[in-house]
């Protein structure tokens, strides 16, 4: 049986698993022709549409950054502005199908991740699915 590993270990096998996947998720969206900010907006917004100042508190970016960054999705065609629905003065994102396809290619192309992903069985998957639902609540 192998030994039970310390929370330092696992702390250091999450921040290295954490590392590659943004290395690898960063390569694929440079591959798309968008920056690592502009890829993690759209991830963000495929759990749904969000206000412009949401978007930049989860990201930790400045509004002002925040604008730019939309302005250029935009300019693409990946999100829209839209009014929200409980607040004309707000201004909500939302991806669109150009949107949600660049984010599906970026996650494709991840190949260290795929490949990582693919050793795993469906029980296995399963599993890690389940333990870090646990540990990162959503």
Do not use: W
Request: with cysteine; hydrophobic share 40%.
């Amino acid at each position: 049986m192998s030994p039970i590993p310390s929370k330092a270990q696992l702390m250091e096998l999450l921040a290295h698993s954490v590392s590659t996947h943004y290395a690898d998720f960063t390569a694929a969206a440079v591959d798309m022709g968008l920056t690592p900010s502009q890829a993690k907006t759209l991830t963000v917004l495929r759990r749904g549409p969000a206000s412009m100042r949401s978007l930049a508190q989860t990201l930790a970016c400045d509004a002002s950054n925040m604008t730019g960054i939309i302005d250029r999705l935009e300019k693409r065609d990946l999100v829209r502005r839209e009014v929200s629905s409980t607040d004309r003065r707000v201004k909500n994102v939302a991806l669109t199908e150009v949107g949600e396809k660049a984010i599906d290619t970026i996650r494709e192309r991840m190949e260290q991740t795929q490949t990582g992903l693919d050793q795993l069985s469906d029980q296995e998957r399963a599993e890690l699915f389940r333990l870090l639902t646990v540990v990162f609540p959503r």
